[in-house]
Nanobody, 122 residues
């Protein structure tokens, strides 16, 4: 059974940094495309970043390019999201997700963690 457990969220000031972690179990983290979505209050879930399984390529949403970095530690079966230069508009619940290569795949076939709250104060 696939399990994804996120950690590392919290409250940070504008310009600050956080590192999210996603501990995966029930599969090896390099078997599926795996990454992060987020959902802000009153908004739809949106893809943030994804590591594509078949070639290791990485996707970032335009809104986070240059500020966020996704990485994977296969030995620990853990995926990370380093978030720097945080902005109030980054405030959201962040979810670890498989099949993250596009939103439709993620919603239809992805496994989702319970999420971790990130709040950026202005």
């Amino acid at each position: 059974q696939v399990q994804l457990v996120e950690s590392g969220g919290g409250l940070v000031q504008t310009g600050g940094s956080l590192r999210l972690s996603c501990a995966a179990s029930g599969f090896t983290s390099d078997y599926y495309s795996i990454g992060w979505f987020r959902q802000a209050p009153g908004k739809e879930r949106e893809g943030v970043s994804c590591i594509i399984s078949h070639d290791g390529s990485i996707y970032y949403a335009d809104s986070v390019k240059g500020r966020f970095t996704i990485s994977r530690d296969n030995a620990k079966n853990t995926v990370y999201l380093q978030m720097n230069s945080l902005k109030p508009e980054d405030t959201a619940v962040y979810y670890c997700v498989t099949n993250c290569q596009d939103t439709a795949q993620a919603l239809a076939m992805g496994d989702w963690g319970h999420g971790t709250q990130v709040t950026v104060s202005s």
